[in-house]
């Protein structure tokens, strides 16, 4: 598959302060991927170099061939980007807002476009309304709405669900996923919510002190970076040993134990052992999460 992104060794410093020093990833056309790192680790300065806005002092950027530093332009009429500031005037209705950026992005047919984001989004019965009256999850969504109104190839999200409910956060991950299977756009999520990501990433860059700590799709980071697996089974099971057919075994509480195995591969003889004496009622991986890999890994490099 062919990249939509790659960047290579680059640095960038604020007067004295280094922010990126030798950033080196690429992402992939058609994949959702998240950058995930700590407060001040570089996240959206990454992204602003990505657009165009800041230049870097060292390395390259490659955006569908085009060069950041000098074709901004191009790259702003194939991507959009929503930021925390998110640019949207407070004082006109959020219908007149996608129609001023329409025009800004030249875009074909506006009032059509505009009526399909605003319903897609939940926003048309607010359309006359001021931004300014909106809620914080109206805001996002209309921060959405914007930056997809020229149909991007490539979207770039600054924290996208930031005071949002579950229900706004469920909202906006469900439309990203289906925005990038129906139209196959490349999404950039920045964020250090994990747990959100999850379900959406095909990919991760983990990013700390302006560096990449770890890449991959979660099963690459899995692989790499989880090396026991700890399962979790209820069970009526008693052991009195600290080991259970040769596995180590911690008693969580009543009816909870707490495995460790060295591969999934042990999981399937452990409950077919188990289930021999008694029963199951659930089982669980306590740490494959997203949020366990990312500990995993910052531990790991830190070591
Ligand atoms: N325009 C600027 N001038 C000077 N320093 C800056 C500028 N922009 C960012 N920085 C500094 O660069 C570092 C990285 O900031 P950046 O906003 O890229 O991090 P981030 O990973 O996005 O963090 P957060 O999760 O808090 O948004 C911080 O120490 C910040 O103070």
């Not at 059509?112 to 931004?131: I, M, N, Q, S, T």
């Not at 990013?207 to 790499?224: D, I």
């Amino acid at each position: 598959m062919k990249h939509m992104i790659t960047v290579t060794n680059i640095h960038k410093q604020f007067g004295s302060q280094s922010v990126l020093s030798g950033m080196n990833f690429s992402i992939k056309k058609g994949s959702i991927v998240g950058l995930l790192g700590p407060n001040g680790s570089g996240k959206t300065t990454m992204i602003r170099l990505l657009n165009g806005v800041i230049r870097p002092e060292q390395g390259t950027i490659d955006i569908n061939g085009f060069n950041p530093m000098t074709d901004g332009n191009v790259i702003r009429q194939m991507s959009g980007i929503v930021t925390e500031g998110a640019g949207l005037y407070h004082e006109m209705s959020g219908e007149d807002n996608l129609i001023f950026f329409s025009e800004i992005y030249e875009v074909k047919k506006v009032r059509e476009r505009v009526a399909e984001l605003l319903k897609e989004f939940d926003l048309f019965d607010h359309r006359h309304k001021k931004v300014g009256t909106y809620s914080t999850g109206m805001k996002k969504r209309l921060a959405l709405a914007k930056a997809l109104l020229h149909r991007p190839k490539l979207l770039f999200l600054d924290e996208p669900t930031n005071g949002l409910d579950p229900d706004g956060i469920r909202d906006v991950m469900g439309y990203l996923t289906r925005l990038n299977q129906h139209e196959q756009t490349t999404i950039i999520i920045c964020s250090h919510v994990l747990q959100q990501l999850e379900d959406i990433c095909h990919s991760y860059v983990f990013m700390e002190n302006g560096r990449v700590l770890a890449k991959g799709t979660r099963q690459q980071l899995e692989k790499e970076f989880v090396t026991d697996i700890m399962l979790r089974v209820e069970t009526g099971l008693q052991v009195s040993d600290p080991s259970y057919v040769g596995h180590p075994v911690k008693r969580l509480n009543e009816n909870t134990l707490l495995f460790t195995l060295s591969s999934k591969r042990d999981i399937s003889p452990l409950l077919q052992e188990i289930l021999k004496e008694t029963w199951i009622h659930s089982t669980s991986i306590e740490n494959v999460s997203l949020e366990s890999i990312y500990f995993e890994v910052r531990r790991k490099r830190h070591e």
